[in-house]
């Protein structure tokens, strides 16, 4: 026999002892293979259903039993039950059985393989994610911990360090991973399961803040003092402490700011400010002629922080010289003699008299119109000039004149001076555009030429039509107002007719009986004006004698009734006699 025919009959009798291997440790295809185990509980050599059924026993005892996960120091019970954690046991069964699985000798040698070597299926894992995500959550909140960055902090006059702490975060993947695998586990030998954290790094650390650290110590350390020319302030270091802005939101330098330095810089700037003249206007006779201006001066904020600051981180010449600006005057010379405001357009007098009230009343209104600015093609406005007519800007009850009869109300008096405004305008020439009279007839103001006005709806306006900036001015005598209009003279022409003052209805008769007079009697309190009429009209020419305007106001006044007393009739007068008691 040969060589090779040995070999042939050799490898076929290794064969033959393979399959009988094979087929010896084959066992049962219905049974686990010896050596497997599902989520490390031993199944082999079990049936399928007698597999199942041990796995669902255990998982279902261990459903209500809760494991302890541990962050931080603090624990957080957990059941399976809680999170909907289901595993899927026919799933890893099945896994499990392919481990052993095949035809004939085939499935021998695999089951030969798990039997030396052994096989362990961990099963797939339902878990409700809303539920699990609900639980991190919680677990979270008690958990994460920000960082805390390093920071100096006041106390009292003395400025200190905070360390910096590390702050802590939940690894929630992880955590997620780690809680589904253990309560779905099968295996409670351990106590405790640590859940995953992440340090999270402060911003700022304590190094960052050297620098700013050293700086507050040395600016607290003696006072500083501040100069401006003569003048000498002494700053404490208390006071130093308090201006000082110290690190915060990432930033590690130290500056003087915040609330506390703010008001700081505002009361300084109170006391060291000059503030500016505007450029005025002085009226001499018929004349004016420019006041100049003068500038002034303020405290520069930002520099004098920056000056602060420099002086107290020196440990000597601690001195800081307060920076000042020029502060510029609103309306400088070179503008007000831009205006060319330089004579009188207009003037016009009226006297005045009254109670003590309304002669106030005239006085206040007159300085709250005067030295008002009208620019070319602007409209005056004596309502919006005046404002409100309040008792809080000092206005006091008088004589007013209400629905055609007179009585009191706050700023009577109102009207002298816008009847003198008017006036003014008139006889400057000016285009009037709102005018009303009053409701009753006032002899000692030009007929046809008075002018009420009444906050907000009633109004005095005109136009200043000259193409030049106008000046109005009012000059309060004791008994006289006078308003001036100066700017630019143009040599307008006024010539104005007017008519005559006519009645226009009869005198009403308001009758009271007066028990103290006898039957009969009648005594005339007021003897009354009838209602009337007049107008006005007015030309104005320009220098070349064109004609500008030509108007004419109308004015209709109410009447005032006659004001009658009479006696009882003797009819009432007899029987109040005999209802007298008889004398004791």
Known sequence: MTVRLKIFYAALALAALAVLLGLAFAGSPATLATGVSIDGVDVGGMKTSDARALLDGKSARLASTAIVFTADGKKFPIRPNELGIEPDWARAIDAARNEGDGFGPLRGFKRIGVEVFGADVTPPTQVLAGALEYKLRLIASDVDRAPRDAALVRHGPRIVAVPARPGLVLDRKTAARVIVDELASLDRTQGTVELPLRRRAPHVTTADLARAARQARVATSAPVQLTLGPTRWRLSPKRIASLLELPSGGRTTLTIGGPVAGRWLVALGRRVAKPPRDADFAVDGSHVHV??????????????????????????????????????????????????????????????????????????????????????????????????????????????????????????????????????????????????????????????????????????????????????????????????????????????????????????????????????????????????????????????????????????????????????????????????????
């Open 291 to 584: 006041v100049p201006a003068r500038p002034g001066t303020k405290l520069s904020a930002l520099a004098t922080t920056k000056a602060v600051l420099a002086a107290a981180l020196r440990r000597t010449r601690r001195v800081a010289a307060l920076p000042v600006v020029e502060a510029a005057p609103r309306r400088t010379t070179q503008q007000a003699r831009a205006m060319r405001i330089t004579g009188l357009v207009s003037s016009f007098t009226t006297d005045y008299g009254g109670i003590p009230n309304r002669i106030h009343n005239v006085q206040l209104v007159a300085h709250l119109i005067d030295d008002t600015l009208i620019a070319p093609g602007a409209t005056f406005s004596f309502n919006r000039t005046t404002g409100a007519r309040t008792a809080d800007k000092g206005f006091l009850e008088a004589p007013v004149i209400v629905n055609g009869e007179v009585t009191t109300g706050l700023g009577g008096g109102v009207c002298q001076v816008s009847t003198t405004v008017f006036n003014a305008a008139f006889e400057g020439g000016l285009k009037i555009t709102d005018r009303t009279n009053h409701a009753l007839y006032i002899s000692h103001y030009p007929q046809g030429r008075d002018a009420t006005v009444n906050y907000p709806d009633v109004d005095l306006k005109f136009v200043n039509d000259t193409g030049h900036w106008m000046l109005l001015r009012t000059f309060v005598g004791s008994y006289s107002l006078t308003v001036s209009l100066y700017g630019t003279p143009v040599h307008r022409r006024v010539e104005s007719t007017t008519a005559p003052l006519v009645t226009t209805g009869v005198i009403p008769v308001k009758k009271t009986i007066d028990p103290t007079l006898q039957p009969g009697e009648k005594v005339i309190d007021d003897p009354g004006v009838p209602p009337m009429s007049t107008s006005v009209t007015r030309d104005v020419y320009d220098a070349d004698g064109k004609l500008l305007y030509h108007d004419t106001w109308y004015s209709s006044y109410r009447a005032s009734p006659k004001l009658v007393r009479i006696g009882p009739s003797k009819k009432k007068a007899a029987t109040k006699t005999r209802q007298q008691p008889p004398p004791n």
